[in-house]
């Protein structure tokens, strides 16, 4: 099979002619060209969104026990639309101290929302990724 991009000779060897542009200068594409999002480690692990996303009364209970919180995208999980939350402190560091987890597990706590306001219904320990 023949390819428009190569030319053969008398012995039926192929000579290149020209490559395709998306192949020349695609190799050449900078970073920032790939995305905004591709470059996964520029991304800060502990952004403060995680924290500042949470309600109010979560928020709040954190800041309570903690100067600077910092947490993990899976800090928080989401469930029934938001009506409740699940904290995993496992992906949880405060003011430098990850002491949240022991032997037995790390500490998980469970919110819902009621009447508007979320208010803590459950704390545990469990392995930690439950």
Same mark, same amino acid.
Request: hydrophobic share 35%; charged share 20%.
């Given at each position: 099979?023949? %390819?428009?991009?190569?030319?053969?000779?008398?012995?039926?060897?192929? +000579?290149? &002619?020209?490559?395709? *542009?998306? +192949?020349?200068?695609?190799?050449?594409? *900078? !970073?920032?060209?790939?995305?905004?999002?591709?470059?996964?480690?520029?991304? !800060?692990? @502990?952004? *403060?969104?995680?924290? %500042?996303?949470? /309600?109010?009364?979560? #928020?709040?209970?954190?800041?309570?026990?903690?100067?600077?919180?910092?947490? +993990?995208? /899976?800090?928080? %999980?989401?469930?029934?639309?938001?009506? #409740?939350?699940? &904290?995993?402190?496992? $992906?949880?560091?405060?003011? =430098?101290? =990850?002491?949240?987890?022991? /032997? %037995?597990?790390? &500490? $998980?706590?469970?919110?819902?929302?009621? #009447? =508007?306001? @979320?208010? +803590?219904? #459950?704390? @545990? @320990?469990? *392995?930690?990724?439950?």
């Amino acid at each position: 099979m023949r %390819s428009r991009w190569a030319a053969f000779t008398n012995n039926g060897h192929r +000579l290149l &002619l020209c490559m395709p *542009p998306l +192949l020349i200068f695609g190799s050449f594409a *900078p !970073d920032d060209a790939l995305g905004k999002g591709s470059n996964y480690h520029t991304e !800060d692990r @502990y952004n *403060p969104q995680h924290m %500042s996303s949470l /309600p109010p009364e979560i #928020r709040n209970s954190i800041l309570h026990r903690c100067n600077e919180p910092k947490a +993990l995208h /899976p800090f928080a %999980s989401y469930s029934a639309d938001s009506k #409740r939350i699940v &904290l995993h402190f496992e $992906h949880f560091i405060c003011d =430098g101290d =990850g002491t949240y987890c022991s /032997p %037995s597990g790390c &500490l $998980h706590q469970v919110w819902a929302l009621v #009447r =508007g306001h @979320y208010l +803590l219904v #459950r704390s @545990y @320990y469990a *392995p930690a990724g439950d």
